[in-house]
């Protein structure tokens, strides 16, 4: 797999406290606040967790600021746990808005974040009266990208709510690299003093006076621009919907491949109410009354809401809209669906308020429906992906996995869930892609880790193991690693990573013992799909498999109830009625450990939030 051409870094996610030290008006539609104190420091927070010192080193970084829910007394917010954040559950009066480090100066101890000075509600409240001396708390950043690497030019757009990432980027921005870069303003004297460096060419549009969001300019802007050659990556941020025909463009037009594209939404326009009176501003909060238990209990037994969902994300409704309102049969055209059958799930979805139907007869997606034009939502949705596969597995064999600790995914389906992906050429490429995007965010904080100091040899197994050894052989010089695999899924492997000299592939399983005994053996994410007697069996095999001193390391997410929310849960449900495995809580690692003859050398936390175990054979 081509890796993002934006090197990215992980870090613990931290909270932290911090004093208004300053604020001022760039502009008179941007307000910059400077923020500064002690515990930008590394330090220990009350309740004894860890905090990191604050990191910012991409010019799109991004943190939380909480602020005050109008009904509350106070700001209600998270607390710090290890390498993450205690958020908390149910509580009507969390609110937050994520915004961009404009400016990290480490020496001052200062950080500026720059607020758009438009619309109503709590945020922009906090943004027109915050005064210094005032104490704030905040998230984040948890993680950094920099400018990206092998492209031969850039190219840049968005709106102002884009500006202060653009401006630290052009501040930043390394020597003799080529880009374009198009920022989108309310008016000519919204414009701010940025510098442009060699090579790179600066357009600011102006709406005139016209509402964000309601315009063109960005993407005609991108599309009538020179196309140079060589290797783009483009970036564009701002309203949702004035980037999706950007995002089209550039896949379908350009032909630029993920790992090109970074087109990232940081708002969305309240969409129209009725026909033609707007929603409330955003950042708009209502009060919030009591919810009527028996309508909470109705809402969580219905299945087909979500069900629906799906299948319009599977035949493409969103993108069939097109951003505007359409007739059944254009829908229907667009889709490819049956115009009864649509017309039923377009009066479904009415009703759940994701469509609308106009005084002319025409559908339009509403502003929750709007979400299923979102990538990640989209393919997340599909039914006919990797990600509804596993989710519609796991449900079906759920009652069995609760009667009887096994679930009956063959009853419904013919075969195992893990057989189900291996003898599906096209599943098993989106699984393997799939963990190779995800594991891009634990795989150099893993390979960092004290434990592959001094190491030689290595085997690694479990999901996105070319991502693990990959990390791995960059960041030790000296080490060899074996990616574990089976045959399909080597094949799958060597057309996402390209060969390196020290990496080779070695057809097995975590289930057998290593033919040539190695330093270390890591098992990455490999527990949470089996089983509590195939899980001892695969750690005996794993320290089987080691030389004299060697160590197996145990990598993956361990639940704790105090900071799991029902997401964690529910993926704990899908695992275990998939494999008989799912999440573990740190005592049942440790049981596991014990009756593999295993004893803990070191827990070490990793990234946000994840434990690497390592462990060596009792004596």
Avoid at 121 to 143: D, H, L, M
Avoid at 167 to 176: D, N, S, T, V
Avoid at 556 to 585: K, N, S
């Amino acid at each position: 797999m081509a890796r993002s051409l934006r090197p990215l870094e992980v870090f613990p996610i931290t909270t932290r406290t911090l004093e208004v030290l300053r604020v001022a008006d760039v502009t008179s539609a941007m307000r910059r606040v400077t923020l500064g104190g002690p515990e930008l420091a590394a330090h220990t927070a009350a309740n004894g967790y860890p905090v990191a010192a604050f990191r910012s080193e991409g010019f799109d970084d991004e943190f939380k600021i909480l602020l005050k829910h109008p009904d509350a007394e106070a700001v209600v917010g998270p607390t710090q746990a290890d390498g993450l954040l205690n958020w908390p559950r149910r509580d009507p009066h969390l609110l937050s808005r994520t915004y961009t480090v404009r400016r990290w100066d480490p020496v001052a101890g200062e950080l500026d974040v720059d607020l758009v000075r438009h619309g109503a509600g709590p945020a922009a409240t906090w943004a027109y009266r915050v005064r210094p001396g005032e104490r704030v708390q905040i998230a984040g950043p948890k993680s950094s990208s920099r400018h990206p690497e092998e492209a031969d030019w850039t190219l840049v757009a968005g709106d102002e709510t884009a500006l202060p990432a653009v401006g630290r980027w052009l501040e930043e921005w390394p020597a003799g690299a080529r880009g374009q870069v198009f920022v989108e303003v309310g008016r000519p004297e919204h414009r701010q003093e940025l510098p442009v460096p060699d090579g790179v060419v600066l357009t600011w549009l102006s709406r005139d006076g016209a509402e964000p969001g309601t315009t063109t300019l960005l993407f005609d802007a991108v599309r009538a621009a020179p196309w140079w050659e060589g290797t783009v990556y483009a970036w564009a941020a701002g309203e949702s919907g004035t980037l999706a025909p950007i995002r089209r463009w550039l896949r379908e037009e350009r032909g630029l491949s993920r790992e090109q594209i970074d087109v990232t939404g940081y708002w969305r326009r309240p969409a129209p109410v009725g026909n033609g009176a707007e929603a409330a501003p955003a950042g708009h909060v209502e009060g919030g009354a009591d919810e009527d238990e028996g309508t909470r209990f109705h809402e969580l037994a219905e299945i087909l809401p979500g069900f629906a969902l799906r299948v319009a994300a599977t035949i493409g409704l969103a993108a069939a809209f097109d951003d505007r309102p359409r007739t059944l049969a254009e829908l229907a055209a667009a889709t490819g669906a049956h115009p009864r059958g649509l017309a039923k799930l377009l009066r479904f979805l009415t009703a759940l308020d994701v469509t609308e139907t106009l005084d002319d007869g025409r559908h339009r997606l509403t502003g929750p429906g709007r979400e299923l034009a979102e990538d990640h939502v989209a393919e997340a949705f599909d039914l006919d992906g990797l990600h509804a596969r596993r989710e519609l597995g796991g449900a079906l064999s759920l009652l069995s996995a609760v009667r009887t600790g096994r679930g009956d995914h063959a009853r419904w389906f013919g075969t195992d869930y893990a057989r189900h992906l291996a003898d599906d050429p096209a599943l098993l490429l989106a699984r393997t892609e799939h963990e190779a995007r995800e594991a891009v965010y634990v795989a150099d904080a893993v390979a960092a880790a004290p434990a592959f100091a001094e190491l030689s040899t290595i085997a690694v197994a479990g999901p996105a193991p070319g991502n693990f050894a990959d990390a791995l052989v960059r960041a030790h010089p000296a080490l060899h690693a074996t990616v574990v695999a089976l045959p399909s899924e080597i094949a799958a492997l060597r057309r996402l990573f390209p060969a390196h000299e020290r990496v080779d592939h070695e057809a097995g399983s975590p289930f057998g013992v290593r033919p040539e005994p190695v330093d270390a053996v890591l098992l990455a994410d490999v527990l949470p799909t089996l089983d509590d007697v195939d899980a001892v069996h695969v750690l005996r095999q794993a320290a089987a498999s080691l030389r004299p001193g060697g160590r197996v390391l145990v990598f993956g997410d361990v639940l704790d109830p105090e900071v799991a929310d029902e997401h964690d849960y529910e993926e704990d449900l899908v695992g275990f009625a998939l494999h008989g495995g799912g999440a573990r809580e740190d005592e049942e690692h440790r049981a596991l450990f014990a009756a593999a003859g295993l004893r803990p050398v070191a827990r070490t936390t990793v990234g946000w939030g994840y434990t690497l175990h390592t462990l060596a054979p009792r004596d």
